[in-house]
């Protein structure tokens, strides 16, 4: 299926970038790894005047810097994320999510940056950056702003974003001391799947009473857009890690995920997994803290 | 508006005519003759259009030829140096790896990068490697064999000091 | 050395492809590789609504376009086509009404694929919408909404077979089970879309048509007939195909389509599907809506099967003819079944037509009856092994039926199976959600009879063998991935004593090589390799009259070993091949040799007699063990074991590769795979990452074997193998799942929410009825709950 007609555009600096983006604004797009850009405009489902490509920028780093946090640039490939000793070691969800988004060669091209701002309600990293605080910066002509990740993402397919702005980076504060996250993901085939649910944890325990100090978890695929397990969340705060506290809070992420009906799977089987899920990557972070 | 662009792909530089909305696997296929990448789906989900570019894995379905300006291009094609098969090629023939041919090369790109990146892979990890590419008439069993096969003599080459 | 003793130089070796090289250079030529200079580029323009009269048609805003050649629709068709050209309904651009989401109405040839889809996007066409039927049982009871106006009650083919007394003896019976089963909607699924170059020649009047079709010589038939096309002014070539797996046996709207276009344009035109068009087209697995009722005696030996079988067919009438036969005919093996009534009945529904998946009616028939037999060794108090040991035919098996079995080593298949799987140490006695199955099957190597009415050889070789190219094999055959050539070429070179890798092979070409009957019900291997045989000894017929005077030995006493023909007595005495051939060529002419064959075709009088016997079976038994999560549903494979009776291997290597390949396809269809629509009849998943074919990571580890055998009918000893392995897999998998939980599921795909359902951890939507048995014997024969709790 042929590309709608467009002009392509590579701009050398993020300033050329920004000054592009105001001038057009809604008629342009940014090809990051082109995967769902690509597809999108071959069902015409955009066309736009301009796509103005990243390649030239150097967006793609990811930094570490203790009392910083992680930087991730927008044009890091998800397969950089997945391979990097420093995602691995302190925000191993991360890497989870990102090893399991479509196969070798998407993983090669996609972006975070592009994950995050298709904001598809399946999208496997905003799940697990939420449940670690992550923050996009979103740089325009006029400035650069950071926003939580959870109110970057408005809804499905829907960003915050300005039509002069793009995203420049995702920066996930230090993890909190005492934590460990975990994601998992779920479909039916064991490579190239769209999630039907999929559920991230980010617990913290305290060192000396054991209690759950800190938790945040979110799921997706199971609502418009990643949602945060808040009551569950408060389900665990305070209290033991024990088996009868977890199986409660992933009882309370079942109930309180929105799943629908579709041709994947039935919205009774998706809140099932929620469940399970929850149950299982609670499990895993609890014993990775405490070894 | 139509550009001419120049692509280099398998170390030559070719100048072609494109359109910005052109994409690289139908460049290659309909403008350079280039027909060993194959456009299986045109969306991405079978792996049949696999090419390397700067030596990382691209679906060239969905790949803007336009972006590829600059960039090294390695296609099928390419595989084999004058005439002399690559030992990922061999091994395919050798082992039974190929029925109909259509998934065979990009499951011959998807395995040179992942030979490339992991000399030594485990059989999990060749699954792995090759799990974006579908096939429909091996059940993938003797692909497997091959891949295995392959990084055993790349290795065996690479330790006589022949490289490959 | 096999079988009865012959030994072999290299039909039996693990031979590398000939094409192997080309293939792994994407040095192949498919289809849409191809390119004629002044080539146009066609699109179609497709139905958005599944039932509907064609009101109107506008192509003005269309034809243009700058750079659009020509514009066509249903007005410029003369006629429509069908397998068989019975009750012909499938138009090359549909006129009048169309009958399913995604059929073609309408084409543009144009300079290029953009241009030509952007005038497709101008053509307006307007529907008046008819009722839109998705299920065969509901389109039976509304004759008021016909989707063909000769189909009362929209039924397209009925049928019946019934030999001896059914209802009488199984109410005689001890042991009667019953159960329904639904097999999906599946889709063949081969990675290369369907092509079509067309070639008309305005000087010649010769139409060449270069297209991935498997069966050359029938395509050919039908572009005469629909396209008031003389035969002889057709030349089909078939290039590399990228999978068929029996999808590509009948000519694409496409096809005829791009053959219009080139008439009327004078110029070539390519036309190569979208997936999305891919999955439109179809022409994969029928769906099956089965009910059987199965008797047994006190031994656990079946006295009688009643069988009803509901086809889903579909816009149009495809293979469905020979599917509701074939479904028949594939009862009666591989187990004696001495009773049965079968009522078939194929129905027309507003969805993308099924036709012809590879191991046809099989997969439908072994998922019913290798499930009733676990049912029925329950009951008799046999395990699934036994019951299928009593019951396998034998060597020189004859039904009811004019299906004979000369050969088989079915029994065989299943000790092996057993054996490797540890099947009766596991079976009833592994862990709560695990459990073991077991499954057999068989399919024919090619039909006794045509597709067509007719009394020609069903393959044809010839062979010209000269010193400036050697040794040249003509022969209609056409090679769809699965290794046809190599094993021609081996077969040639094992006759004249040449190397495989020599034989000059032309094939797949209608105006180049002898008629053929085509590449289906995997009759490629065996019949050409009678062909073969007939026409090489022709050949050494003339050559040895010669050979024998320059060795100094009998003519009969001669054969054709490495490049030489030797004394079978003496084999110093000796001469080089090609030096007796340059002696023939010189004294005596041409040394052509002709084969053909044409298998034996039995007599009988019932109805669908001409669609099942077969000169010969290959067999298989297949065992499953499985893991299943209960929190999550997902079934785990942990083993797979196969044995396989496929004769001789010609070439042992791509049968391995053949049979993995079609246990994939099976294990896709038990667990992933079908294609869903919406209420509208547009489908859903027109695409690979909603229809779910198994990848690497998906497949367990298979263990398979080909079992010593050799079948003494066969020219070489050689069964099909390409098939029948898709057959047990779904029903080595139901089997296992039973085996591991108490339930017996009865459709697939088996997805891990219907396990949920049926466990009752959830609940399953309102709608949806879930094909579930619920009478069992597993709690008494395991000692525990239905949870599984010991008791």
Same mark, same amino acid.
């Given at each position: 299926?042929?590309?709608?007609?467009?002009?392509?555009?590579?701009?050398?600096?993020?300033?050329?970038?920004?000054?592009?983006?105001?001038?057009?604004?809604?008629?342009?797009?940014?090809?990051?790894?082109? &995967?769902?850009?690509?597809?999108?405009?071959?069902?015409?489902?955009?066309?736009?005047?301009?796509?103005?490509?990243?390649?030239?920028?150097?967006?793609?780093?990811?930094?570490?810097?203790?009392?910083?946090?992680?930087?991730?640039?927008?044009?890091? &490939?998800?397969?950089?994320?997945?391979?990097?000793?420093?995602?691995?070691?302190?925000?191993?969800?991360?890497?989870?999510?990102?090893?399991?988004?479509?196969?070798?060669?998407?993983?090669?091209?996609? &972006?975070?940056?592009?994950?995050?701002?298709?904001?598809?309600?399946?999208?496997?990293?905003?799940?697990?950056?939420?449940?670690?605080?992550?923050?996009?910066?979103?740089?325009?002509?006029?400035?650069?702003?950071?926003?939580?990740?959870?109110?970057?993402?408005?809804?499905?397919?829907?960003?915050?974003?300005?039509?002069?702005?793009?995203?420049?980076?995702?920066?996930?504060?230090?993890?909190?001391?005492?934590?460990?996250?975990?994601?998992?993901?779920?479909?039916?085939?064991?490579?190239?799947?769209?999630?039907?649910?999929?559920?991230?944890?980010?617990?913290?325990?305290?060192?000396? &009473?054991?209690?759950?100090?800190?938790?945040?978890?979110?799921?997706?695929?199971?609502?418009?857009?990643?949602?945060?397990?808040?009551?569950?969340?408060?389900?665990?705060?305070?209290?033991?890690?024990?088996?009868?506290?977890?199986?409660?809070?992933?009882?309370?992420?079942?109930?309180?995920?929105?799943?629908?009906?579709?041709?994947?799977?039935?919205?009774?089987?998706?809140?099932?997994?929620?469940?399970?899920?929850?149950?299982?990557?609670?499990?895993?972070?609890?014993?990775?803290?405490?070894? | 508006?139509?550009?001419?662009?120049?692509?280099?792909?398998?170390?030559?530089?070719?100048?072609?005519?494109?359109?910005?909305?052109?994409?690289?696997?139908?460049?290659?296929?309909?403008?350079?003759?280039?027909?060993?990448?194959?456009?299986?789906?045109?969306?991405?989900?079978?792996?049949?259009?696999?090419?390397?570019?700067?030596?990382?894995?691209?679906?060239?379905?969905?790949?803007?030829?336009?972006?590829?300006?600059?960039?090294?291009?390695?296609?099928?094609?390419?595989?084999?140096?004058?005439?002399?098969?690559?030992?990922?090629?061999?091994?395919?023939?050798?082992?039974?790896?190929?029925?109909?041919?259509?998934?065979?090369?990009?499951?011959?790109?998807?395995?040179?990068?992942?030979?490339?990146?992991?000399? *030594?892979?485990?059989?999990?990890?060749?699954?792995?490697?090759?799990?974006?590419?579908?096939?429909?008439?091996?059940?993938?069993?003797?692909?497997?064999?091959?891949?295995?096969?392959?990084?055993?003599?790349?290795?065996?080459?690479?330790?006589?000091?022949?490289? *490959? | 050395?096999?079988?009865?003793?012959?030994?072999?130089?290299?039909?039996?070796?693990?031979?590398?492809?000939?094409?192997?090289?080309?293939?792994? $250079?994407?040095?192949?030529?498919?289809?849409?590789?191809?390119?004629?200079?002044?080539?146009?580029?066609?699109?179609?323009?497709?139905?958005?609504?599944?039932?509907?009269?064609?009101?109107?048609?506008?192509?003005?805003?269309?034809?243009?376009?700058?750079?659009?050649?020509?514009?066509?629709?249903?007005?410029?068709?003369?006629?429509? !086509?069908?397998?068989?050209?019975?009750?012909?309904?499938?138009?090359?651009?549909?006129?009048?009404?169309?009958?399913?989401?995604?059929?073609?109405?309408?084409?543009?040839?144009?300079?290029?694929?953009?241009?030509?889809?952007?005038?497709?996007?101008?053509?307006?066409?307007?529907?008046?919408?008819?009722?839109?039927?998705?299920?065969?049982?509901?389109?039976?009871?509304?004759?008021?909404?016909?989707?063909?106006?000769?189909?009362?009650?929209?039924?397209? !083919?009925?049928? /019946?077979?019934?030999?001896?007394?059914?209802?009488?003896?199984?109410?005689?019976?001890?042991?009667?089970?019953?159960?329904?089963?639904?097999?999906?909607?599946?889709?063949?699924?081969?990675?290369?879309?369907?092509?079509?170059?067309?070639?008309?020649?305005?000087?010649?009047?010769?139409?060449?048509?270069?297209?991935?079709?498997?069966?050359?010589?029938?395509?050919?038939?039908?572009?005469?007939?629909?396209?008031?096309?003389?035969?002889?002014?057709?030349?089909?070539?078939?290039?590399?195909?990228?999978?068929?797996?029996?999808?590509?046996?009948?000519?694409?709207?496409?096809?005829?389509v791009a053959c219009m276009l080139s008439r009327a344009t004078g110029r070539p035109v390519k036309i190569t599907y979208t997936r999305e068009e891919v999955f439109h087209q179809n022409k994969g697995r029928h769906p099956a809506h089965m009910t059987m009722k199965m008797g047994f005696d006190n031994e656990g030996r079946i006295t009688a099967l009643d069988f009803d079988c509901l086809l889903d067919g579909g816009g149009h009438s495809s293979w469905g003819f020979v599917v509701m036969w074939f479904i028949a005919a594939?009862?009666?093996?591989?187990?004696?079944?001495? %009773?049965? $009534?079968?009522?078939?009945?194929?129905?027309?529904?507003?969805?993308?037509?099924?036709?012809?998946?590879?191991?046809?009616?099989?997969?439908?028939?072994?998922?019913?009856?290798?499930?009733?037999?676990?049912?029925?060794?329950?009951? %008799?108090?046999?395990?699934?092994?036994?019951?299928?040991?009593?019951?396998?035919?034998?060597?020189?098996?004859?039904?009811?039926?004019?299906?004979?079995? $000369?050969?088989?080593?079915?029994?065989?298949?299943?000790?092996?199976?057993?054996?490797?799987?540890?099947?009766?140490?596991?079976?009833?006695?592994? +862990?709560?959600?695990?459990?073991?199955?077991?499954?057999?099957?068989? !399919?024919?190597?090619?039909?006794?009879?045509? /597709?067509?009415?007719?009394?020609?050889?069903?393959?044809?070789?010839?062979?010209?063998?000269?010193?400036?190219?050697?040794?040249? /094999?003509?022969?209609?055959?056409?090679?769809?991935?699965?290794?046809?050539?190599?094993?021609?070429?081996?077969?040639?070179?094992?006759?004249?004593?040449?190397? !495989?890798?020599?034989?000059?092979?032309?094939?797949?070409?209608?105006?180049?090589?002898?008629?053929?009957?085509?590449?289906?019900?995997?009759?490629?291997?065996?019949?050409?390799?009678?062909?073969?045989?007939?026409?090489?000894?022709?050949?050494?017929?003339?050559?040895?009259?010669?050979?024998?005077?320059?060795?100094?030995?009998?003519?009969?006493?001669?054969?054709?070993?490495?490049?030489?023909?030797?004394?079978?007595?003496?084999?110093?005495?000796?001469?080089?091949?090609?030096?007796?051939?340059?002696?023939?060529?010189?004294?005596?002419?041409?040394?052509?040799?002709?084969?053909?064959?044409?298998?034996?075709?039995?007599?009988?009088?019932?109805?669908?007699? /001409?669609?099942?016997?077969? +000169?010969?079976?290959?067999?298989?038994?297949?065992?499953?063990?499985?893991?299943?999560?209960?929190?999550?549903?997902?079934?785990?494979?942990?083993?797979?074991?196969?044995?396989?009776?496929?004769?001789?291997?010609?070439?042992?290597?791509?049968?391995?590769?053949?049979?993995?390949?079609?246990?994939?396809?099976?294990?896709?269809?038990?667990?992933?795979?079908?294609?869903?629509?919406?209420?509208?009849?547009?489908?859903?998943? +027109?695409?690979?990452?909603?229809?779910?074919?198994?990848?690497?990571?998906?497949?367990?580890?298979?263990?398979?074997?080909?079992?010593?055998?050799?079948?003494?009918?066969?020219?070489?000893?050689?069964?099909?193998?390409?098939?029948?392995?898709?057959?047990?897999?779904?029903?080595?998998?139901?089997?296992?799942?039973?085996?591991?939980?108490?339930?017996?599921?009865?459709?697939?795909?088996?997805?891990?929410?219907?396990?949920?359902?049926?466990?009752?951890?959830?609940?399953?939507?309102?709608?949806?009825?879930?094909?579930?048995?619920?009478?069992?014997?597993?709690?008494?024969?395991?000692?525990?709950?239905?949870?599984?709790?010991?008791?």
């Open positions: 299926m042929s590309l709608p007609p467009f002009e392509y555009l590579a701009p050398g600096s993020t300033a050329e970038l920004a000054g592009l983006l105001a001038a057009h604004r809604e008629r342009c797009r940014i090809l990051a790894g082109g &995967t769902d850009l690509v597809n999108w405009m071959a069902e015409k489902i955009y066309r736009p005047d301009y796509v103005i490509d990243l390649r030239r920028l150097q967006l793609a780093g990811i930094t570490y810097e203790k009392g910083r946090g992680l930087t991730i640039g927008a044009a890091a &490939t998800i397969e950089s994320l997945e391979r990097s000793p420093v995602i691995r070691e302190f925000y191993y969800a991360l890497v989870q999510a990102a090893g399991q988004i479509g196969s070798p060669q998407i993983r090669a091209m996609a &972006t975070i940056g592009g994950n995050c701002c298709n904001a598809s309600p399946c999208a496997d990293m905003p799940p697990p950056l939420i449940t670690l605080e992550a923050r996009v910066a979103l740089t325009s002509a006029r400035g650069s702003r950071e926003v939580p990740l959870e109110e970057f993402i408005t809804g499905n397919r829907q960003t915050a974003i300005a039509p002069d702005e793009f995203l420049e980076y995702v920066r996930v504060p230090d993890p909190w001391p005492h934590s460990a996250c975990r994601y998992s993901p779920f479909g039916l085939r064991a490579a190239q799947e769209i999630d039907i649910a999929s559920v991230a944890v980010n617990v913290a325990l305290d060192p000396a &009473t054991g209690l759950f100090a800190k938790a945040r978890i979110a799921m997706g695929a199971v609502a418009p857009f990643a949602m945060r397990a808040l009551k569950a969340e408060a389900s665990l705060v305070g209290n033991a890690p024990s088996g009868e506290t977890i199986d409660q809070a992933a009882l309370v992420c079942s109930r309180e995920c929105r799943p629908i009906d579709d041709l994947r799977a039935s919205a009774s089987y998706r809140r099932h997994i929620v469940g399970v899920l929850a149950r299982r990557m609670l499990r895993d972070a609890v014993a990775a803290i405490t070894g | 508006m139509k550009r001419v662009i120049e692509l280099t792909i398998n170390g030559s530089a070719y100048d072609v005519v494109i359109s910005p909305q052109d994409l690289l696997i139908d460049v290659l296929r309909q403008k350079l003759d280039l027909t060993g990448t194959k456009k299986g789906c045109g969306q991405g989900d079978c792996g049949t259009c696999t090419v390397l570019i700067d030596g990382r894995r691209a679906l060239a379905c969905l790949t803007l030829a336009i972006a590829c300006e600059g960039r090294r291009i390695l296609t099928i094609e390419g595989m084999e140096k004058r005439g002399v098969l690559h030992p990922i090629q061999q091994a395919f023939i050798d082992k039974g790896a190929v029925q109909c041919g259509y998934c065979t090369p990009g499951m011959v790109m998807s395995a040179k990068a992942l030979l490339d990146e992991n000399p *030594a892979p485990t059989e999990h990890e060749i699954k792995l490697g090759i799990s974006g590419n579908l096939c429909r008439c091996t059940g993938y069993v003797k692909i497997v064999d091959a891949v295995r096969d392959a990084a055993g003599r790349l290795q065996a080459g690479a330790d006589s000091g022949k490289g *490959a | 050395m096999s079988g009865n003793g012959q030994r072999f130089n290299v039909v039996g070796k693990s031979v590398p492809r000939v094409e192997g090289a080309d293939k792994v $250079r994407g040095k192949s030529v498919f289809t849409d590789d191809m390119k004629l200079p002044g080539m146009l580029y066609a699109k179609l323009k497709h139905s958005t609504v599944a039932h509907g009269r064609i009101l109107k048609i506008d192509t003005s805003k269309a034809a243009q376009v700058p750079g659009v050649f020509a514009v066509m629709t249903g007005d410029d068709c003369a006629k429509p !086509y069908s397998v068989n050209n019975y009750k012909p309904s499938e138009w090359p651009l549909a006129k009048g009404k169309v009958v399913y989401y995604g059929e073609a109405v309408a084409a543009v040839a144009a300079m290029d694929e953009a241009t030509a889809e952007r005038a497709a996007d101008l053509i307006d066409v307007q529907y008046e919408e008819l009722p839109v039927l998705l299920d065969p049982r509901e389109a039976l009871g509304r004759d008021d909404a016909r989707i063909h106006e000769w189909a009362e009650h929209n039924v397209g !083919y009925e049928g /019946l077979q019934q030999f001896g007394p059914v209802d009488d003896t199984l109410e005689k019976s001890p042991h009667v089970v019953e159960n329904s089963f639904y097999s999906s909607y599946t889709h063949c699924g081969f990675l290369e879309p369907q092509s079509t170059l067309a070639d008309y020649n305005t000087g010649t009047g010769l139409l060449t048509v270069y297209t991935c079709n498997q069966l050359p010589h029938y395509l050919q038939q039908t572009i005469a007939r629909t396209l008031d096309q003389q035969m002889e002014k057709i030349r089909v070539v078939i290039p590399t195909v990228g999978g068929a797996f029996g999808g590509k046996t009948e000519a694409t709207p496409s096809c005829l594939l009862m009666h093996l591989p187990y004696k079944l001495p %009773v049965v $009534r079968y009522k078939g009945k194929r129905v027309y529904t507003n969805k993308p037509t099924p036709g012809a998946q590879r191991c046809l009616g099989g997969v439908q028939v072994r998922m019913a009856f290798e499930c009733m037999l676990d049912m029925g060794a329950e009951k %008799v108090g046999l395990n699934p092994y036994e019951i299928r040991m009593r019951n396998a035919v034998e060597a020189g098996y004859k039904g009811p039926t004019v299906i004979e079995v $000369r050969h088989t080593e079915f029994k065989k298949c299943l000790e092996s199976v057993a054996a490797r799987s540890g099947f009766v140490g596991k079976y009833g006695k592994l +862990p709560y959600g695990r459990g073991i199955g077991m499954a057999g099957g068989h !399919y024919s190597t090619g039909g006794a009879f045509l /597709l067509y009415p007719s009394f020609r050889p069903h393959s044809t070789a010839q062979i010209r063998v000269d010193t400036e190219a050697g040794v040249t /094999l003509y022969i209609g055959a056409t090679a769809i991935g699965q290794g046809a050539m190599t094993v021609l070429c081996q077969m040639v070179a094992e006759e004249l004593g040449v190397d !495989y890798r020599e034989v000059h092979l032309v094939c797949q070409d209608t105006m180049l090589a002898p008629m053929d009957n085509g590449t289906y019900d995997s009759r490629l291997t065996y019949g050409s390799g009678h062909a073969i045989k007939n026409a090489a000894a022709d050949i050494k017929a003339k050559l040895f009259d010669v050979a024998a005077i320059m060795v100094g030995a009998g003519k009969d006493h001669l054969e054709c070993v490495n490049g030489e023909i030797r004394s079978i007595y003496e084999p110093n005495r000796k001469v080089p091949f090609r030096k007796a051939v340059y002696q023939y060529l010189s004294s005596v002419g041409p040394l052509f040799g002709t084969g053909e064959y044409t298998p034996p075709q039995p007599k009988g009088d019932y109805d669908g007699k /001409l669609i099942g016997p077969s +000169p010969a079976f290959g067999f298989t038994a297949q065992a499953a063990e499985v893991e299943v999560d209960l929190e999550t549903g997902q079934i785990k494979v942990v083993g797979y074991w196969e044995a396989g009776d496929c004769g001789k291997a010609i070439n042992p290597m791509a049968v391995e590769g053949q049979v993995e390949g079609a246990i994939s396809m099976g294990l896709g269809a038990a667990f992933f795979e079908e294609m869903v629509m919406d209420a509208k009849g547009k489908m859903l998943n +027109p695409n690979f990452h909603d229809y779910k074919m198994p990848t690497a990571l998906d497949m367990p580890d298979l263990q398979t074997e080909i079992v010593d055998s050799y079948d003494p009918t066969s020219a070489y000893g050689n069964k099909e193998v390409g098939e029948g392995p898709v057959g047990p897999v779904i029903p080595a998998i139901l089997n296992a799942v039973y085996d591991a939980i108490g339930i017996r599921f009865t459709e697939v795909p088996l997805k891990p929410e219907k396990v949920l359902w049926a466990l009752g951890t959830i609940e399953a939507p309102a709608e949806r009825r879930l094909h579930v048995s619920s009478e069992s014997t597993y709690c008494a024969r395991r000692g525990c709950a239905p949870d599984g709790t010991p008791l």
